[in-house]
């Protein structure tokens, strides 16, 4: 069982930067590729970024494309997610997950297990 646990969260203006970090804890998730998805408010939980282990960024999805920078630190078995340039339609729940197969961390339906998020607010 892989325990997930996001932070970074909180209130930012148009335009402004803020980086989340989510850390996997368990048996061989240094192993694991990994994915940020994130919920907005009354809507569905939806695919932001996805990396593999190895450090190589898989995909953004085509909001964050450009804004958004995804990144894996090995050592500390942690994925970051630098966001910029921040929109009011990138406040969610952010949320991060792990797995050895890529393809599912394409989807957040391939997971029944989350940690608690981290909120991010854009204020315009």
């Known amino acids: 069982q892989v325990q997930l646990v996001e932070s970074g969260g909180g209130l930012v203006q148009v335009g402004g930067s803020l980086r989340l970090s989510c850390a996997a804890i368990?048996?061989?998730?240094?192993?694991?590729?990994m994915a940020w998805f994130r919920q907005p408010p009354g809507k569905e939980r939806e695919f932001v970024a996805a990396?593999?282990?190895?450090?190589?960024?898989?995909r953004y999805a085509n909001s964050v494309q450009g804004r958004f920078t995804v990144s894996k630190d090995p050592a500390e078995m942690t994925v970051t997610l630098q966001m910029n340039s921040l929109k009011p339609e990138d406040t969610a729940v952010y949320y991060c997950?792990?797995?050895?197969?890529?393809?599912?961390?394409?989807?957040?339906?391939?997971?029944?297990?989350w940690g608690q998020g981290t909120q991010v607010t854009v204020s315009s």
């Open positions: 990396i593999a282990w190895s450090g190589e960024v898989i």
């Open positions: 997950n792990a797995d050895p197969n890529i393809a599912r961390l394409l989807s957040p339906s391939s997971f029944d297990s």
């Open positions: 368990g048996p061989m998730t240094n192993r694991f590729a």
